[in-house]
């Protein structure tokens, strides 16, 4: 496909336009993860800068993440002025490699003050630059990492691109003493899966709370909703098809290998999935996903909500996070082979991220931790807040055989016959798909079900692969000093299928019977990101990330100070718009509805003496109850602020936020709910689920 990375400088077009030499240095830093040589970065600034300008590009941008949990970007034109009136079109390799936002109205959380200003954006070679075009403005998009002007982390890159050294130096200890001499890094991969809604603009923007949340705070659910599982795969309507179709196109000139599309479960849901790369490019490539989603979708007169629960009643969004473990060769770590119960170098890499995710349950939580993923978890749609780990029937057989002294056989799945002479044989996969897990293996990787649709993927990926890289560090401190390396393996698989066991769990994760089984186990549920966000500054949170040298004590605590204000902010925000639409739209309008009944009943009264008007009455009665519910629950709600507000201890805050002030709105939205069943459809002043769900 002739349009696939069009507008991206990527490894084609580098090798045409760069001297061999700078090319060769260039991919060696690259693939070899070594630091970038000051002396090519003039010359590949000025390739990068006549391609872009061939392109139409007039300025360019260092493209990042900060912790605001969106990308950011500041502008700069390619003209330079020269003395003469005349302007030239340059790029150096000093503007390429570094630049100079300013940091000082980025989330800190404390780690700088409002007046210490500076920041540094630093270019990440590994991911490469692309072109984005908006309204006929063509801009360069350099990836980089952003620093404060004393070196801390300020963003989600950072610690990610961490975390991939980190795991490669403890995954390369482990593969040299299986005698692996040709791999020279190991990377880990990643393909995610993004979930969205869909709604007419029309919809959108006559909802309040949808154009201040993202989400639904007022709805009653409509006669239909997903129960007929009809939307699910079903055939894609011509209007969302024109979209999907534009999105892949821009999609593919910017080089993510979008795989996948169809409708998910609930109505007005959809889904698109690329193919695995690396986890820095896989971070970038979903960002982008995520921007051109909402682009794409206004061109046609639609909006894209990627909030995880927008509609109360129906299935939220997840992004479905499918990690592996690759090395630079090509080998995949967590391919089991044709005998995975002989594969010892296999089944030490599953053991260790069977053994990561148990040590590291509340971690691996909290990296999902967020006000709308509070909505999604164990509500029958996503996996519960209870982490656990699916490997199937075949690896849990030989995990199970592992703790029992050392793993002989395994179960062959063979072929599946369907009944149907015309169809061949059906090879079968060694395991079914357990979509209730929120970690689960699926053949030569685990997918991370628990990651909310509208982060960034950084985080959850930094967290697995640090906490796998401590799992790894231990083994090969064990297996490099081991007198016998064979008998000492077999006693270090033995030991983690026995005592990590608990985490192992392969039936249905939405049942209470499983609530109740974890509990016995010692596994945490835990079902808010308030309770989720105090173990980023427990000392062993602390201890891990500075081992690894991924992040530091005091870069950890301000992750968890911007979280729990992040968390605040939103709830607060959310409470005020419920407030605002039910004192100023939603009571108007059931005022103006028990009116209209009032006067009915009294025209009625007045023109037929023995009319009976009681049905009349009874609805009215309804109204007014309704009305003085509502007026009841708005002023509890603004109490349960007052309160929150008033509180200055960040954590003390959040919980009053999680515990009084989200309460108070599902009351305030229960009593709002019940006047829209009973309200006039001509009066009702917001759009209703039927016409947003189901008007595509």
């Not at 709370?209 to 009809?230: H, I, N, S, W, Y």
């Not at 795989?259 to 109505?267: C, F, G, S």
């Not at 519960?384 to 075949?394: C, K, N, R």
């Amino acid at each position: 496909m002739k349009i696939f990375g069009e507008n991206v400088f990527n490894d084609a077009v580098m090798r045409e336009r760069l001297p061999k030499p700078v090319y060769q240095a260039l991919r060696t830093t690259i693939a070899e993860g070594l630091a970038l040589d000051d002396s090519i970065a003039d010359v590949v600034a000025n390739a990068m800068k006549e391609w872009a300008v061939e392109r139409g590009a007039t300025h360019f941008t260092h493209w990042f993440q900060p912790m605001t949990g969106v990308t950011a970007e500041k502008h700069d034109s390619f003209i330079t002025f020269s003395g003469d009136g005349k302007v030239m079109m340059e790029f150096s390799g000093k503007e390429l490699i570094m630049g100079e936002p300013d940091a000082s109205s980025f989330p800190s959380g404390g780690l700088r003050a409002t007046f210490e200003a500076r920041g540094y954006t630093a270019w990440d070679c590994t991911s490469p630059a692309f072109l984005r075009k908006d309204a006929g403005m063509v801009t360069l998009c350099i990836p980089t990492v952003f620093c404060s002007y004393t070196g801390e982390v300020l963003d989600k890159k950072t610690p990610l691109l961490k975390s991939m050294e980190a795991l490669s130096r403890q995954a390369m200890r482990v593969l040299r003493l299986f005698g692996n001499d040709t791999a020279k890094r190991v990377i880990s991969t990643v393909g995610p899966e993004q979930e969205y809604f869909l709604i007419d603009q029309k919809y959108y923007h006559k909802r309040e709370d949808l154009l201040l949340t993202g989400r639904t705070l007022f709805g009653a659910m409509p006669p239909k909703g997903q129960e007929m599982e009809d939307h699910y795969f079903g055939t894609i309507k011509e209007r969302v098809a024109a979209f999907m179709k534009e999105l892949n196109t821009e999609l593919w000139k910017l080089g993510v290998k979008a795989k996948t599309q169809h409708n998910e479960v609930a109505p007005g849901q959809f889904e698109i999935a690329a193919i695995y790369d690396s986890a820095n490019i896989a971070t970038d490539h979903n960002q982008l996903v995520m921007d051109y989603l909402k682009k794409v979708a206004s061109r046609h007169g639609l909006v894209c909500l990627l909030h995880e629960k927008p509609f109360a009643g129906v299935n939220g969004s997840g992004k479905h996070n499918n990690w592996s473990l690759a090395t630079d060769d090509g080998q995949n770590l967590l391919e089991p082979g044709s005998t995975p119960h002989a594969n010892a170098q296999f089944l030490l890499f599953l053991c260790a991220v069977v053994k990561a995710v148990d040590d590291y349950a509340g971690l691996l939580r909290a990296s999902c931790a967020n006000a709308g993923n509070d909505h999604r978890l164990g509500a029958n749609e996503a996996p519960p807040a209870i982490i656990s780990v699916f490997l199937g029937e075949q690896l849990n057989d030989i995990f199970e055989q592992l703790g029992n002294g050392g793993a002989k056989t395994c179960k062959d799945a063979g072929n599946m016959s369907v009944g149907v002479t015309t169809l061949p044989p059906l090879p079968k996969d060694t395991t079914d798909r357990n979509r209730t897990s929120p970690f689960a293996f699926t053949g030569n990787k685990f997918e991370f079900r628990m990651v909310p649709s509208s982060i960034s993927i950084a985080g959850p990926n930094f967290v697995l692969n640090t906490i796998v890289s401590e799992a790894l560090r231990q083994l090969a401190d064990r297996l490099e000093t081991a007198q016998d390396f064979r008998a000492e393996l077999q006693g270090v698989l033995k030991e983690i299928a026995n005592k990590h066991k608990r985490i192992v769990f392969n039936g249905n994760n939405y049942t209470q019977e499983w609530v109740r089984e974890a509990k016995k186990r010692g596994l945490p549920n835990i079902v808010s990101t308030v309770e989720a966000l105090p173990v980023l500054i427990k000392k062993e949170t602390i201890d891990l990330f500075e081992r690894h040298k991924v992040l530091n004590k005091a870069e950890l605590e301000a992750r968890y100070e911007i979280s729990l204000e992040r968390y605040c902010k939103e709830i607060n925000i959310e409470a005020l718009t419920m407030l605002d639409m039910a004192k100023r739209r939603i009571m108007p309008a059931v005022i103006k509805y028990a009116s209209q009944l009032g006067e009915a009943v009294n025209k009625i009264c007045a023109t037929t003496v023995s009319a009976d008007v009681s049905a009349i009455e009874g609805t009215l009665e309804k109204v007014l109850l309704g009305i003085t519910e509502l007026k009841e629950k708005t002023e509890r709600l603004e109490k349960a602020l007052d309160i929150a507000r008033e509180t200055e201890e960040i954590l003390s805050k959040a919980e009053i936020y999680h515990d009084k002030v989200f309460q108070g709105m599902l009351h305030l939205r229960n009593a709002g709910d019940k006047l829209e069943e009973v309200t006039d459809a001509e009066l009702w002043p917001l759009p209703v689920y039927t016409e947003m769900l189901f008007d595509l």
